[in-house]
């Protein structure tokens, strides 16, 4: 049976990594996956690295390379490429019967370039043939088709397999949730769990249904997750736990995520800060801060995003900004103060705490102006403190720079701005804003 191997891959919108692995207690085994939730096309990868990159027909007197063109190297960009559809045509016209491992390479040929046509012309190609197709192929065409758009055909696909394995279920959720259709990759998951015991799911699948009980406000789905996950002894995983914590802390079911929490009898970076968020979330950002301190006492790695979230609870607390330059120090003994969250959340502290000079300062020192964030963050300060003149001024200045005001934001400077010279200012600036976009 053949077996689908990936390699590590990272991610941008999610960092974590996957493998499939098989089972060392019985090779026959179908692998089990650990994939990232959020794209398709982060399966799709590396399963175009699974295989050997170049395809070589017998016939000819050098290999046929079935490649994507950011594989080749610039010095050979000039030469033309072989398609899928160009093997398919060479084969048929020398009435050669195509074998099973060059549709699996010019399947993953058509995933690679998100090929449309060829994918739908291979994919009749292969009925034509009259090859009786393996999980392992029928799994690939339904990756070709995700990462081409077809997810109409993917689904009569999925629905025509008799036979599917994890990676088929996988491939169909994850379609659904990456396209917005989560109420079809929800009820796929309740489905799967029919034929696959939750206990071989992987933590990735786990992961990913919980964010979308956040995002469809699903307490009683995620609440039966979590149970289940009770029963079968897995909550000791700390990324589950995370997600477990995050997801109650989301939907505001604050005792549940404390609990979870208290239950840990080890704790990591993530599982600290979801536990700093939520205390934020629920109006206790003296408790907030507590916990940074003690993630220090234990030694535990405070990252940017630890810091971004425990600088909103200084902004709250009416010490002038004491708490809020406390952390500071420590970003910058931990050499964070460069990182973008670590520097918006410090321009968002002092600009709340009323330091102006300070949210300047750091706002200057932001390596990347593009950061819209970061401009919100000061034109924000500038209305906390009714400076209405100097917030009327950053307006024409983000505007000078490509930012885009946020409606919302505009209104904001209007309510501060209440003299009628500054408003009629201000109203100029938003029909100029308006306009732009």
Not at 78 to 85: C, E, L, N, P, V
Not at 303 to 327: P, R
Not at 420 to 437: A, F, I, P
């Amino acid at each position: 049976m053949e077996v689908i191997s990936l390699s590590n891959s990272k991610t941008v919108t999610f960092a974590s990594q996957f493998i499939f692995k098989s089972n060392p207690k019985n090779r026959n085994i179908c692998p089990t996956p650990s994939l990232p939730p959020t794209s398709v096309l982060r399966i799709m990868r590396p399963l175009l690295r699974a295989t050997k990159p170049a395809v070589k027909l017998q016939f000819l007197s050098q290999p046929l390379e079935i490649t994507s063109d950011a594989a080749i190297p610039t010095s050979r960009k000039h030469m033309k490429t072989a398609t899928a559809s160009d093997v398919l045509h060479l084969l048929d016209s020398l009435s050669l019967r195509v074998p099973s491992d060059i549709y699996t390479s010019l399947i993953k040929e058509c995933t690679a370039i998100r090929d449309s046509a060829g994918a739908l012309q291979l994919h009749a190609h292969i009925k034509r043939s009259r090859l009786k197709p393996t999980l392992n192929l029928i799994n690939r065409l339904l990756l070709m088709h995700v990462s081409c758009g077809h997810l109409e055909t993917t689904r009569q696909l999925f629905d025509q397999m008799t036979l599917r394995d994890f990676n088929s279920w996988a491939i169909m959720i994850v379609a659904y949730i990456d396209t917005g259709e989560y109420e079809e990759g929800i009820a796929l998951f309740v489905q799967m769990q029919n034929y696959i015991s939750m206990s071989k799911f992987p933590a990735w699948i786990v992961v990913c249904i919980l964010k979308v009980c956040v995002l469809t406000r699903n307490v009683a789905l995620g609440k039966q997750v979590h149970g289940q996950l009770l029963k079968l002894g897995a909550t000791d995983n700390l990324s589950l736990s995370g997600s477990i914590i995050n997801f109650y802390g989301r939907l505001k079911c604050l005792d549940d995520a404390r609990s979870v929490f208290d239950q840990l009898s080890c704790r990591n970076t993530v599982i600290w800060t979801e536990k700093i968020v939520n205390s934020c979330r629920e109006g206790l950002f003296v408790e907030a801060i507590h916990d940074f301190n003690e993630m220090s006492r234990e030694g535990i790695k405070r990252d940017s995003f630890t810091f971004s979230s425990v600088l909103k609870a200084c902004s709250q607390l009416h010490d002038d900004g004491k708490c809020g330059c406390q952390v500071h120090a420590s970003a910058i003994k931990l050499g964070l103060e460069f990182d973008a969250f670590v520097q918006c959340g410090l321009i968002h502290m002092y600009g709340k705490c009323g330091l102006l000079p300070d949210a300047e300062r750091e706002f200057e020192a932001v390596c990347d102006k593009t950061n819209n964030a970061c401009w919100n963050a000061m034109l924000m300060g500038y209305v906390h403190n009714g400076v209405c003149v100097e917030a009327i001024k950053f307006l024409y200045k983000m505007k000078e720079v490509g930012i885009k005001v946020q409606e919302s934001l505009i209104d904001e400077v209007r309510i501060a701005c209440s003299s009628s010279t500054l408003t009629r200012e201000l109203s100029k600036q938003t029909d100029r804003c308006t306009d732009e976009e």
